[in-house]
């Protein structure tokens, strides 16, 4: 008995074509098309009256990684290509045979070859979570449903642009000073490794007891010297070993999520930058038209924080069972009085999302002011710091040295 193909065995990988060829006209022609092989692109070209002459699969080149800023420009791009009109395949096509980046061209082509086989929109965004996490899908799976697809497309690159920007001032914030520290260790070390031995030459010849400063800076040195490898290995395989944890433990997540709060200084921003960004996230999820339940399970992944992630678990847990946003947020214990009061205020008013919305503008516009701030606060503090630093090894290298011109001149 004859049994009916597999799905699985009709399915075929379309992969992009360039061909070359004569019209009826005998005119040289080309172009590309997205089909399952070569035999379908010639039969395809001759249905059309094209005389084929070459048919290729193209090629992408490796392009750079894609980022999240390259998914804020796409998310704008597919929201501006579907208010104008224009249909969601060819919006794709647009978009992506449009950008710099062929990494990118290729997930927009990969992700348009599923739309095109009766995939939706959102179903295909979810074969590619690296880029499109679950808020993301769910919040263009709500936009299909209720057909506000462009609307909410809009939401969604607003969301992510500013949730690029914030991310971005963060690192500039942090960068700064880590870069400092970075080029301070590697000038202190060269100076030990290789300069002090060269004083400590100099210094034999002088047939005195040397001053105790200069005696620990050379005791360092001779350290530096012998162990060089430890010096610069252990630092950077602790910082890599640390990052690893960081990714993959959401024990150790907890622990550096709550040290970098309390963090003098860096603390304060990378607080403001969580709330704003928690709520930014419920604000887009519930204006979307997305229950307040299920927008708090994208929320606490959003924020970036594993404190505020355990603690939107808890506000789930406790709206869920009918406690009021307001009152779940104050039992968490982890949001200022004035976002809570702004909250109660919009389950009050029936306008929570516009509330939240609020909130989430004056604490980016905190974070801006913030950053600002730290800009003109940080470079005293990293000149006294390389000013201690460089000096005390000056000093402690030059005092043999003041030692012999006092007893000569004496």
């Not at 009709?10 to 006209?25: H, P, Q, Y």
């Not at 690159?157 to 000073?177: N, W």
């Not at 979307?288 to 603690?311: F, I, K, M, Q, T």
């Not at 800009?375 to 460089?390: A, E, N, T, Y």
């Amino acid at each position: 008995m004859a049994t009916a193909p597999s799905k699985a065995a009709n399915t075929v990988k379309e992969t992009i074509f360039s061909w070359e060829g004569k019209d009826k006209a005998g005119k040289q022609v080309r172009g590309e098309l997205r089909a399952g092989g070569e035999a379908i692109v010639s039969a395809t070209l001759r249905r059309q009256g094209i005389l084929v002459t070459k048919v290729k699969k193209k090629s992408f080149s490796s392009g750079k990684a894609i980022t999240e800023k390259d998914i804020a420009l796409f998310t704008r791009q597919l929201a501006t290509m579907m208010k104008a009109g224009v249909p969601l395949l060819q919006s794709f096509d647009i978009v992506g045979k449009g950008h710099t980046n062929p990494s990118v061209s290729k997930l927009i082509l990969d992700i348009r070859s599923d739309i095109e086989t009766g995939t939706s929109l959102n179903q295909a965004f979810r074969k590619f979570p690296l880029y499109f996490d679950p808020l993301f899908c769910n919040l263009v799976g709500a936009g299909e449903q209720a057909g506000i697809l462009e609307d909410l497309l809009t939401r969604l690159a607003i969301y992510k642009e500013k949730t690029v920007a914030i991310k971005a001032k963060i690192r500039g914030a942090l960068f700064y000073p880590m870069s400092i520290i970075g080029v301070a260790f590697v000038v202190t070390a060269v100076i030990m490794i290789w300069v002090v031995p060269a004083f400590k030459e100099v210094f034999k010849s002088f047939g005195a007891d040397l001053p105790a400063p200069t005696l620990v800076v050379m005791g360092i040195s001779d350290f530096c010297v012998k162990y060089w490898y430890i010096v610069f290995g252990v630092p950077a395989a602790g910082i890599y070993f640390l990052l690893q944890a960081w990714k993959r433990s959401l024990d150790v997540q907890r622990v550096m999520d709550k040290l970098l709060l309390k963090a003098p200084i860096f603390g304060e921003i990378v607080k403001k930058a969580t709330v704003a960004r928690w709520t930014r996230t419920l604000a887009t999820m519930f204006a979307a038209g997305v229950p307040l339940v299920e927008s708090l399970d994208s929320v606490g992944g959003a924020a970036g924080n594993a404190v505020y992630l355990d603690a939107t678990v808890r506000i789930q847990t406790e709206v869920s069972s009918g406690t009021s946003l307001t009152m779940a947020m104050q039992n968490a214990n982890v949001f200022p009085n004035m976002v809570t009061q702004m909250v109660s205020i919009g389950e009050e008013s029936g306008s929570l999302d516009a509330m939240l919305g609020k909130v989430a503008d004056f604490y980016e516009e905190e974070v801006d002011e913030a950053v600002a701030n730290l800009s003109s606060l940080m470079d005293p503090l990293i000149m006294v710091f390389l000013g201690i630093v460089i000096g005390a090894l000056v000093i402690a290298m030059y005092l043999p040295i003041f030692k012999l011109g006092s007893v000569v001149g004496g």
